[in-house]
C-alpha cells in the first residue's frame, strides 16, 4: 500500500478536508477512493499504470479521485480546470488515457472527448453516491510505478508531460514534512490549482501525509480568504506572490478595526510561504509588516517538486531561496557542466529521488535534461552568504506569470494561426503584481483585425493566463545577424511602450 494512504489509517477520525462549510474525515476519504478505485478496476485486477485523467475541483471528490487512481495502479493525470476544450483534449491524445474522472461542473466542457476517444466515463459525484460493494482487495503498488503526470510549459512550444514515480512523490512529501515540521495539528488554506506541484505536494499531499486538515475555497477571493483566516483555525498557508500582492491591496482598504481584528489572527499562524514566481522584495516587506511574518521562499519546478528553501527556523534573506532541502543534491555549473566557484554563477543542477523520471513520450527530450544523472534547470544562481540567489532563467521563452510557467512559444504558435497575423513574437514584461505579464509584438497582414478582435479569438485558443496583456504593432521584429528574434530588445520595447503610455 502507498505509505501517503496508509498513513491515513493512522487518522481515520481526524479532519481531512474541509470545503463547501463541511468536514470530511480520513476515513471518508479511503471510503471515497476506494469507490473510485473499484469503479475504475471494473472486473481488471490492476491498471497497471493506464493514464486516467481527471478534471474535479479542488475539494474533497478531488482527493477521492486523485488517491482512487493511484490505489487502483493507475497514472494520475490532473487536468487544468482553467483551460480550453483543446488544451484538454491535447493532454488526452498524449497521454492516450483510458478514462476521465470528471465532477458535473465539467460535463458540458468535456462530453466531445468521449466522442472522439475511446474513454471510461467516471462520474465523480454518481461513484461516490453509490452503495460500496464487497470487492476483492485492491492491487499491491510498488513505489518505483508511475505514479503522476504533470504537464508543464517547455521550450518547445508544446507542453510536456512531466512524469513522476511514487517513490518521487513521496521523496517530495518527506522532504517538505521534514524542514517545515509539519504535524498533525496542522491546518492549511489552499487557494492554488491542483493541476500544479503547488498546490498538489507542497499543500495537499505534505497536510494529507501527516493528519493535518486541507481547507479549500472554491475560488480564490481576498474577502474570503481573510474571513477564513480571522476564525484563528489556519496555522499554515502558501501562496504565489501575485496573491500575496492583492491580499495585500485588500488588507489595505480595510478599517482600522478590522485590521486590529486581523493582527490577532496574524499570531496563530506557524508558517506563510511563497513560490512559483520569483518574490518582489517590496511585497516580502509589506506583508511582513501587515502580518508579522517574514514569507518563506522557496525554489522548485515541476519536474522535482521543491529542491531548495529558506529555513523554516532561522535568518530569511530576501531575494535568497535558502540551501537544499532534506535528501536533495545541488550542484552549480558553468556551460561546460564544471562545478563552479562559490560566488560565481551558474546553472542549478539537482539530484535526488524527487527528481522525476521522465517527460512522458519524450526520450530525446528526457535525456537532453540530464548531466551524468544531474537534472538541468535552466535557472541561472550564485551561492553567496551560505544561501542560494536565482538570477534568471536560461532562457527567455519561459515567462513567470501569477506563478505560472507559460511557454511564450506556444503562444507564438497559436497567434501565427490568426489569418490577420503574418508573424509574432511573445515576451514576458516585467510587471509589480503578476512577476511578469505577457506581450505580444504582432506584425499583421492586414489592418483589418483590432486587438480586441483578436483578443476574442485567443479566448477559443488559450486559457486566460496564457493571453496577452499588452500588444504591439511592428512593421517587422527586431532580430540579430543571424535572423534570430531578439527578444530581449523586444522587451526594451515594451517597457518604453509602457513608460510613454
Known amino acids: 500500500m502507498l505509505t501517503l494512504v496508509e498513513n491515513a489509517f493512522n487518522h481515520l477520525s481526524r479532519i481531512a478536508i474541509r470545503n463547501n462549510y463541511r468536514n470530511y474525515t480520513y476515513r471518508q476519504v479511503l471510503m471515497g477512493s476506494e469507490k473510485i478505485a473499484f469503479a475504475l478496476l471494473k472486473e481488471k485486477i490492476d491498471l497497471e499504470e493506464a493514464r486516467i485523467a481527471f478534471i474535479v475541483r479542488p475539494s474533497f471528490e478531488y482527493v477521492c479521485s486523485q488517491w482512487g487512481i493511484w490505489r487502483a495502479g493507475g497514472i494520475a493525470v490532473p487536468l487544468c480546470l482553467k483551460h480550453p476544450y483543446d488544451s484538454i483534449k491535447y493532454v488526452i491524445e498524449d497521454t492516450q ?206 519536474e522535482m517538486g521543491m529542491a531548495i528553501s529558506n529555513p523554516y527556523k532561522g535568518i530569511r534573506k530576501p531575494g535568497h531561496i535558502g540551501v537544499p532541502l532534506a535528501g536533495v543534491m545541488i550542484r552549480i555549473v558553468d556551460e561546460n557542466n564544471q562545478t563552479v566557484a562559490q560566488g560565481i554563477s551558474g546553472e542549478i543542477q539537482v539530484k535526488g529521488p524527487n527528481v522525476f523520471k521522465e517527460y512522458w513520450g519524450q526520450l530525446e527530450a528526457t535525456e537532453e535534461s540530464f548531466e551524468d544523472g544531474w537534472f538541468k534547470t535552466g535557472d541561472i544562481a550564485v551561492f553567496e552568504n551560505e544561501s542560494y540567489k536565482i538570477l534568471g532563467r536560461d532562457s527567455v521563452d519561459i515567462i513567470k506569470s501569477g506563478g505560472y510557467k507559460i511557454s511564450a512559444l506556444e503562444i507564438e504558435e497559436v497567434l501565427r494561426k490568426h489569418p490577420a497575423i503574418n508573424d509574432c513574437a511573445v515576451v514576458g514584461i516585467p510587471d509589480e503584481e503578476w512577476g511578469e505579464i505577457i506581450g505580444a509584438s504582432l506584425i499583421m497582414t492586414s489592418d483589418q483585425e483590432t486587438i480586441g478582435g483578436i483578443k476574442e479569438w485567443l479566448k477559443d485558443k488559450l486559457p486566460g493566463y496564457k493571453i496577452p496583456r499588452k500588444y504591439l504593432i511592428q512593421i517587422d521584429l527586431p532580430r540579430n545577424v543571424m535572423g534570430k528574434v531578439t527578444k530581449k530588445v523586444l522587451q526594451k520595447m515594451f517597457l518604453e511602450n509602457l513608460r510613454q503610455s
Open 97 to 302: 488515457a483510458k478514462a476521465l474522472v470528471f465532477s458535473n461542473d465539467y460535463r458540458e466542457l468535456i462530453e466531445p472527448l468521449f466522442e472522439e476517444f475511446e474513454l471510461q466515463r467516471v462520474s465523480i459525484e454518481a461513484v461516490l453516491a453509490s452503495d460500496q460493494e464487497e470487492r476483492p482487495k485492491l492491487p499491491q503498488i510498488s513505489l518505483d510505478r508511475r505514479g503522476m503526470i504533470i504537464y508543464t510549459s517547455g521550450t518547445t512550444g508544446k507542453p510536456k508531460g512531466v512524469v513522476s514515480t511514487h517513490q518521487n512523490i513521496e521523496a517530495q512529501i518527506k522532504s517538505l514534512v521534514i524542514s517545515w515540521e509539519w504535524t498533525k495539528e496542522d491546518h492549511i488554506l489552499n487557494v492554488l490549482p491542483l493541476h500544479h506541484v503547488h498546490g498538489i505536494i507542497n499543500i495537499l499531499s505534505c497536510a494529507l501525509w501527516c493528519g493535518a486538515c486541507c481547507e479549500f475555497l472554491k475560488r480564490f477571493d481576498a474577502k474570503k480568504v481573510f474571513n477564513v483566516f480571522s476564525k484563528q483555525e489556519i496555522n499554515l498557508f502558501m501562496a504565489v506572490p501575485t496573491i500575496y500582492y492583492q491580499l495585500i491591496h485588500y488588507w489595505e482598504k480595510l478599517s482600522l478595526a478590522d485590521q486590529k481584528k486581523m493582527d490577532r489572527a496574524f499570531k496563530s499562524f506557524r508558517l506563510m510561504v511563497s513560490g512559483s514566481a520569483a518574490l518582489p522584495i517590496s511585497t516580502l516587506e509589506k506583508w511582513e509588516k501587515i502580518s508579522g511574518h517574514t514569507l518563506l521562499e522557496r525554489y522548485g519546478m515541476t
